[in-house]
């Protein structure tokens, strides 16, 4: 079963990360980094073979896409295992992309693409040529790194439980918090470019040719959107856009897979899913906060959005008032400050520094969901409801739903994330009541 494969891995990579945890030297470069990405692929290929031995309507398109009915030989088992481009770092792939790229099947033009839109080659190569974004990849990248050496020496981590960091102001604080958390997240995007770059120069970046201007696109195993992040004006995009890969690994390969076939995920996908993202990165308790906080910041961030944004839509046309960049320059400042206090235990990881830091600044992103929450579970909302209501009605139309917007009340939790805290609580009673009567039933018969 491929519970077992990853149950094995999970525990392999927990004694590394205790390991690492006992040895008090969280700034240290151990194994785990390399582990964290072995396990994706390594749990990804147990689900892969078991999807090859189950007949293709139990399956998604994703599942078929991905399945390996025969098992590989040893030599292209180990050739993806240990794929040096990304075996220390990552990006995590899959089998059947890897055995796409050495077969060159994955650069085949499909049906419905111009053959005279075909990208050129080097040679009898059928790789495209992909020596340009590779470069660009790697400038960036190092681009990235040079950033970080530099501003690490202006924001380290330690500065934050100093007492000189006392001696700042309020806003001060906040700002150097930001930029500590700015800083930290440098060397990442460094890293995770240059791994990129080697994949796409290598050919397995490629992701396909536009069928109209025939342009290659090489972000196959893009793992972060650093412009993404950085201008988020919600918390799910702000992590939607971090470590993509990892993401889609929850999603396709715990989220979903926790579901029983004919169900819709519910609130012990989403825990498991939870629980599965905060082993992953290991068990100092600075993890923890910050996934429990972001969960209720996000579910405070969607109720915002769903409930304000709309006053800076014309109800007509769906297109933006005048009045929106202010919407959307507020949301910024909200989102970047209020993360960089989510993320701020990641940075200490120890529980004394975490709380020392967040009160330092006075738990301004606690009082703030707090607050809200508060706000939204009172009266106000459904007055809020009522006004955009009566707006919609006006304008005697309804306001269309964005995609941004479609993607915000989806249910999947991101990075484990929960994406509604209160309503996976309410499914949890739901389901304990109802197991709880089951019972009592038994009892009865």
């Keep these: 079963m491929p519970w077992i494969g990853f149950a094995f891995v999970m525990g392999h990579m927990s004694i590394s990360h205790i390991a690492r945890q006992l040895a008090d030297s969280p700034s240290s470069v151990d194994i785990t980094g390399a582990q964290m990405v072995l396990l994706m692929k390594l749990s990804a290929f147990c689900w892969n073979v078991a999807d090859g031995r189950l007949s293709e309507d139990k399956l998604s398109d994703f599942q078929k896409e991905r399945r390996l009915v025969e098992l590989p030989g040893l030599l292209d088992y180990a050739g993806y295992v240990l794929f040096f481009p990304g075996l220390l770092a990552g990006p995590a792939f899959d089998y059947a992309e890897y ?29 495209p040529r992909s020596g340009t974004p590779a470069a660009w990849k790697a400038a960036s990248g190092l681009g990235w790194i040079g950033l970080f050496m530099v501003l690490s020496g202006y924001y380290p981590i330690s500065y934050l439980t100093g007492q000189s960091y006392m001696d700042l102001n309020f806003l001060r604080r906040v700002w150097v918090l930001h930029m500590t958390g700015l800083t930290a997240r440098l060397k990442y995007y460094g890293v995770w470019s240059l791994t990129e770059g080697a994949c796409i120069l290598a050919g397995l970046g490629y992701h396909g040719v536009d069928p109209v201007t025939g342009k290659v696109s090489w972000n196959r195993l893009q793992n972060i959107n650093p412009w993404g992040v950085e201008t988020a004006q919600n918390t799910r995009a702000y992590l939607g856009n971090w470590n993509m890969n990892t993401n889609n690994w929850l999603r396709n390969y715990v989220y979903l897979r926790v579901t029983p076939i004919g169900k819709k995920p519910g609130f012990r996908a989403s825990l498991i899913t939870f629980g599965t993202s905060a082993l992953w990165h290991g068990f100092y308790p600075g993890y923890y906060l910050s996934f429990i906080l972001a969960s209720f910041v996000q579910t405070v961030a969607k109720n915002y959005r769903r409930y304000f944004r709309a006053f800076f839509i014309d109800p007509s046309t769906g297109s933006p008032t005048t009045t929106k960049i202010y919407y ?9 400050l209020g993360m960089s206090f989510v993320v701020a ?26 607050v809200s929450m508060a706000f939204f579970a009172s009266p106000a909302k459904q007055l809020l409801k009522k006004h955009l209501e009566e707006r919609q009605g006006k304008a005697g139309a309804k306001l269309t739903r964005s995609l941004s917007q479609d993607s915000l009340s989806g249910r999947e939790p991101v990075l484990g994330v ?10 949890a009673m739901e389901e304990i009541k109802a197991e709880v009567e089951a019972r009592q039933k038994r009892k009865a018969a």
């Excluded at 929960?418 to 309410?426: K, L, T």
């Design 99 to 127: 055995r796409k790229w050495i077969d060159t099947t994955m650069f085949d033009l499909p049906a419905q693409v111009d053959p005279s839109k075909k990208p050129p080659v080097r040679k009898k190569r059928k790789i």
């Design 418 to 427: 929960s994406a509604d805290p209160q309503r996976e609580i309410d499914e």
């Design 328 to 336: 959307d320059c507020l949301s910024f400042v909200v989102t970047q």
């Design 345 to 370: 235990p990641f940075l200490v990881l120890q529980l004394s520094g975490s709380i020392l830091v967040w009160s330092r600044v006075y738990f301004y992103t606690i009082i703030g969901t707090i």
